[in-house]
């Protein structure tokens, strides 16, 4: 049976193949495309960089637009440093940076430790703190040791309810499956688990925030999702109605055009104290 995303995703990636590149002796992914003020998008646990194809072929033509995957070692704090060495190694400034999930925790604390290299930061269906989540699947297991069919049988099991719910999301899900059957390497994605099961907490928080969340979320919870607004006062919130933990796929329209307007805003626009919701 045929998947449309699948098939747009890898003619994608046909067109615009990753490419490694070494950074403070860790193998990322990285793929780079377009001209312009430069945007950066950084992937949750199921993803490499091109699981965000749609905006990547939308914004192209006006920025330049990085995406990463993770390298297969190091953690929270080694990724913040070696995104500030491909700014070095790009001759790369600043930038606009887009995280979701595992990537919005890591670009929260890029932002914080790095403010002079982000422009905006836009923190998607992420979290504000790691503090337990040692005590939940599947962090809670012993992440370097047990047999990787056993991590990816919980995100199957996980996923496999998640479509029951959802079956009009059935392109997904399957997406999501070959992500974590094999598309993202066992030690690519044991250092993904590692990386919030023994993350920092996050330092100073970053002055030119948007959120991004979907009430649907099923790995955010509404407490959650309410922390990381408050830590991060944003300029805006966008809510989606409905998107799951993935709004950037199965909205991807939508999710463009929040992109389009937050990369219009004036830094002097994010002086102002209120927050902004946006429902979606």
Known sequence: MSNCLIEARDLFSQKNPERRILLNGRDWGLTDIG????????????????????????????YRVLAVSYPSSGGIEDWASDLASLFERLSIDQASVLGSSLGG????????????????????????????????????????NIAIEEIRAGFSSALGGWEKEHPDQSDLVALLLAEAGGRILEAEMRARLSALKFGPELGP?????????????????????????????PRLAFQFGWGGHF????????????????????????EKGSTEVRRL
């Not at 709004?247 to 219009?264: F, G, H, I, S």
């Open 247 to 270: 709004p950037y796929v199965v909205r991807p329209d939508e999710y463009t055009k929040l992109l389009e307007e937050v990369l219009q805003i004036e830094a002097d626009d994010f």
């Open 205 to 233: 928080s970053y002055s030119k925030v948007v959120t991004i969340e979907a009430d649907d979320d099923p790995l955010i919870p509404l407490e959650m999702r309410e922390a990381v607004r408050m830590r991060n006062s």
């Open 35 to 62: 001209e312009g003020p430069v945007v950066l998008l950084i992937p949750g646990t199921l993803g490499r960089g091109d699981i965000f194809w749609q905006q990547m072929e939308a914004l192209s033509n006006r």
């Open 105 to 144: 925790y890591l670009a929260q604390y890029f932002a914080g430790n790095f403010p002079d290299k982000v422009n905006v930061l836009l923190a998607a269906n992420t979290l504000h703190s790691v503090i337990g989540m040692d005590q939940r699947l599947p962090y809670s297991l012993d992440l370097q």
